[in-house]
């Protein structure tokens, strides 16, 4: 079973920077993309950012210029710095892996989010 672990959340001033980092752990062949999504209170889950394996990266408009996605294919890590903090910044952030495949035949794909991490940007 993968697991995917959060962390690098927490409360920072407006303007301010965090980094949150994002760990696989377990038996697989590959992961297509990971990526960050956030939630805040009363909204749905949304895109934050994405990148593939191959280092191809999206970003949300509302983010884009602030914060970066970076990925170590050889660790199974992902992560987001993230800077010049906005109080609508403020939210649960999940990574999540994308279209993991146990196998190099396998033909199935599989996704998987990890546990959340508050990020609370307030003065």
């Known amino acids: 079973q993968v697991q995917l672990v959060e962390s690098g959340g927490g409360l920072v001033q407006p303007g301010g920077s965090l980094r949150l980092s994002c760990a696989a752990s377990g038996s697989f062949f590959s992961i297509d993309a990971m990526g960050w999504y956030r939630q805040a209170p009363g909204k749905q889950r949304e895109l934050v950012a994405v990148?593939?394996?191959?280092?191809?990266?999206n970003y949300a408009d509302s983010v884009k210029g602030r914060f970066t996605i970076s990925r170590d294919n050889a660790k199974n890590t992902v992560s987001l710095q993230m800077n010049n903090l906005k109080p609508e910044d403020t939210a649960v952030y999940y990574c999540?892996?994308?279209?993991?495949?146990?196998?190099?035949?396998?033909?199935?794909?599989?996704?998987?989010w990890g546990q959340g991490t508050q990020v609370t940007v307030s003065s």
């Open positions: 990148i593939s394996s191959g280092g191809s990266t």
């Open positions: 999540k892996a994308e279209r993991l495949r146990y196998q190099r035949w396998d033909r199935a794909r599989y996704d998987y």
